[in-house]
């Protein structure tokens, strides 16, 4: 079963902000909220995570909810470049030995 | 440093053949992980790794064995390739568990006839 879950596709306009919604509500205590995007053709990247805080690095900003059950990707300042599947997971921060489990993702398109 | 690198990027195999996809990380991460990928698809966990001599399943491990002797490689092995098979492989390894990115490589294209 899937852990967390995002919309399909998300369409936004190039240089305008975009943000991501992702929904975990089973997440546990000890989960780290992970994003990663995969532009066509390439294996995923690491995008940025975070546990209980907001962070920020330089490709985009995460926003996590007072409950942690949500969380949203923020990219300040979309570009074509941006245009990707980008996943949102949970990863054990407790020690456990799961494996990690990738949705669909939501494919984000960027208009000109 | 090379991270994850996978080969081959390409193959292309008859139903019944057997192959191995190699997976090598040169980060000394205790995690590693496969998954296979079909077109419009999300990414589907076959076997991961969590330190040398350690392996378990994930959600779609039928078809394939896997072993880690060493920390640094992680191959998959299809024992007798079915067109189902016909997928983009992905190896991917992180430092430790707990709240440490993961390193994609950058696929193996597999075609099965």
């Known amino acids: 079963d899937a852990k967390t879950t995002q919309p399909n596709s998300m369409e936004s306009n190039e240089e305008e902000p975009v943000h991501l919604p992702c929904n975990h509500s089973t997440i546990s205590g000890t989960d780290y909220i992970h994003w990663y995007r995969q532009l066509p053709s390439q294996g995923p990247e690491y995008v940025i995570h975070g546990l209980t805080s907001n962070v920020n690095n330089r490709m985009a900003s995460l926003a996590i909810a007072e409950d942690r059950k949500s969380s949203t990707l923020i990219l300040h300042r979309a570009t074509l470049r941006d245009a990707a599947v980008y996943y949102c997971i949970l990863r054990d921060g407790g020690g456990g030995a799961d494996g990690l489990t990738f949705g669909k993702g939501t494919h984000l398109i960027i208009q000109p | 440093n090379a991270g994850v690198t996978q080969t081959p990027k390409f193959q292309v195999l008859k139903t019944g053949q057997s192959m191995t996809l190699q997976c090598a990380q040169d980060?000394?991460?205790?995690?590693m992980s496969w998954y296979r990928q079909d077109p419009g698809m999300g990414l589907r966990l076959i076997h991961y790794s969590v330190g040398a001599g350690i392996t378990d399943q994930g959600e779609v491990p039928n078809g394939y064995n896997v072993s880690r002797s060493t920390t640094e490689d992680f191959p998959l092995r299809l024992l007798s390739a079915a067109p189902s098979q016909t997928s983009v492989y992905f190896c991917?390894?992180?430092?430790?568990?707990?709240?440490?990115?993961?390193?994609f490589g950058s696929g193996t294209q597999l075609s099965v006839l």
């Open positions: 991917a390894s992180s430092r430790t568990l707990a709240g440490e990115k993961l390193f």
């Open positions: 980060m000394n991460h205790e995690y």
